[in-house]
């Protein structure tokens, strides 16, 4: 297996872009990438979307995107993972490059989910749609329930909810990329009108459309496009039962916590040699659990690390330094790849006024549904 | 969802069938070809109680569109005697009341008006187990049949 490199990123700025279409978004991120390789050749292009079907009422991105990127011919496809679409499109990207079948593969994730659908009724078909949506359950639903669950077991509060986002927002203030650039109090968070009890409307990631794209190459071909590539070193992907109801745990993410052992394991670094995460804070409970899942804190001590600064910037463990779902913005099929646009840019020093100093190992969670789905990559600078 | 598709479901949602391995023992809900803990493929069908108890909850004010008559309610997961956990609402009882631990009975209910049309759907609603009685839940009921008939 060859080793796979990230040469250029490109991507959009997240949120309600009236003026934009799936198209635009897609090719405005690709063509980033594109120029800052200096390439107009591509052996293959891997679209991470979850439901432009639903969204926009247009399937068949992978043709579609090739041909108005101006790279009709090109192998282009479709991945869809739901929430975790893009993160699967590079781990999709990655296996091609590494086996040796292509040598750059555009690795992009694109959603435009203001465009007057029922946002609510689409994102929850990636749930059982037999014995969940049936019953009345929204996606804020099933993670109100993670979260009574965690409460349950491990005394998480209210508070400690906020406190993800107050530090989220913090962080997508110094981000021009994010949607909502500005930070919260816990207090606005606690205040602000419930969703599903116990999350309230800044608990939860936004409606948002965007774009973000990689491109990926064998690392000893990388000094063709950049002087700075940041190598994949774990690459990783486990499922779960679809129905939150089928768990044994349901305050545990069993997809991350796989997903991740293997990644470690493949990188052969531990949670501890992390030196920047960006994990999937769809809702506020989810960066709780997918921190403790992946180990980056131990189980039932997450819910304090964003009070605490933990996982702030500047402190040990820096999560989420775009901002994150929640004030970065949630494209949906686009998350999983802005998260690695961000860890490109953290890597190799390009993070401005979010830079975690000095940092080498950077590693992103993306996950689908209730964690039914999640893919994890690890990523270090060279 | 199109009438096949609501047809198929029938023996799990008005009959609450489901499926005990023969070989583990595990129960899932709806039946399932293969046993998720040991992939044993002997499954008998069996019925299960029509009760249970609370093991997590939610009170849903963002419904889908197909539930905005609803909003705010109740939606649990609930695990029978048997042992399988399924996702009902919590009827009959203010919202606010539901906790976890609380002893729910479960009953054929309508569940949703779809679409447009706004065809009927069945299947089951937990309610509070403890009998009510009297003029409260008179009221109550007359209430969910004027909303069905709305």
């Not at chain 1, 605490?308 to 494209?331: C, Q, W, Y």
Request: charged share 20%; net charge negative; hydrophobic share 40%.
């Amino acid at each position: 297996m060859r080793e796979v490199a990230i040469v250029a990123a490109g991507m959009t700025r997240f949120g309600e872009l009236w003026g934009a279409s799936l198209r635009d978004l897609f090719v405005e991120a690709a063509q980033e990438a594109l120029t800052a390789a200096g390439t107009d050749h591509l052996d293959a292009i891997y679209v991470g979307n979850m439901s432009a079907g639903q969204f926009v009422g247009q399937e068949h991105l992978g043709p579609l995107m090739a041909d108005h990127l101006g790279m009709a011919g090109v192998p282009s496809v479709r991945v869809e993972s739901a929430c975790a679409s893009g993160g699967v499109a590079l781990r999709t990207a990655f296996l091609e490059v590494a086996c040796g079948v292509s040598d750059l593969v555009l690795a992009a994730g694109v959603e435009k989910m203001n465009d007057g659908a029922d946002v609510t009724a689409i994102l929850a078909t990636a749930s059982d749609q037999e014995t969940e949506v049936y019953h009345g359950a929204t996606f804020p639903g099933l993670y109100a329930l993670i979260a009574r669950a965690h409460m349950a077991a491990h005394g998480t509060t209210e508070e400690d909810l906020a406190w993800v986002s107050v530090k989220n927002h913090r962080h997508g203030a110094l981000n021009e990329r994010a949607q909502f650039q500005r930070e919260l109090t816990t207090d606005q968070v606690l205040s602000s009108a419930l969703v599903s009890e116990p999350l309230r409307l800044l608990h939860c990631s936004p409606v948002s459309d965007g774009a973000a794209a990689v491109l990926v190459c064998p690392l000893d071909q990388a000094s063709k496009y950049t002087d700075h590539p940041v190598v994949i070193r774990g690459t990783a992907m486990a499922t779960a039962s679809l129905a939150l109801t089928d768990r044994r745990d349901m305050a545990f993410l069993d997809s991350v916590a796989a997903s991740g052992v293997r990644a470690f394991e493949m990188a052969g670094i531990g949670p501890e040699q992390v030196d920047v995460a960006e994990v999937h804070d769809c809702f506020s409970i989810a960066e709780i659990c997918c921190i403790e899942a992946l180990g980056l804190a131990p189980l039932g001590e997450g819910r304090h690390c964003a009070r605490t600064g933990e996982t702030a910037l500047g402190g040990r463990i820096p999560v989420n330094t775009s901002g994150g779902l929640k004030s970065k913005g949630h494209p949906v099929g686009a998350t999983g790849i802005a998260q690695a646009v961000e860890l490109f840019e953290q890597l190799t020093g390009a993070s401005g006024n979010r830079q975690v100093p000095g940092a080498e190992f950077g590693l992103a969670q993306n996950m689908g549904g209730t964690g039914a789905s999640s893919v994890v990559h690890i990523f270090q600078a060279v | 969802m199109p009438s096949p598709r609501y047809w198929r479901e029938i023996p799990s949602r008005y009959r609450l069938e489901a499926t005990r391995c023969g070989d583990c023992g595990h129960v899932s809900y709806p039946p399932r070809r293969i046993c998720p803990e040991c992939r044993s493929t002997a499954a008998e069908t069996i019925e299960l109680s029509h009760e249970g108890r609370v093991l997590t909850y939610t009170v849903v004010h963002v419904p889908p569109d197909d539930f905005l008559m609803e909003a705010p309610y109740a939606l649990a997961v609930v695990e029978t005697p048997e042992g399988a956990r399924m996702m009902v609402q919590v009827a009959d009882c203010d919202p606010a009341s539901v906790e976890t631990g609380m002893l729910v009975a479960l009953e054929f209910r309508l569940i949703r008006r779809e679409g447009k049309g706004g065809i009927l759907c069945y299947g089951y609603k937990a309610v509070p187990a403890y009998p009510m009685g009297g003029e409260e839940e008179a009221e109550l009921r007359s209430k969910e049949l004027e909303v069905a008939h709305a």
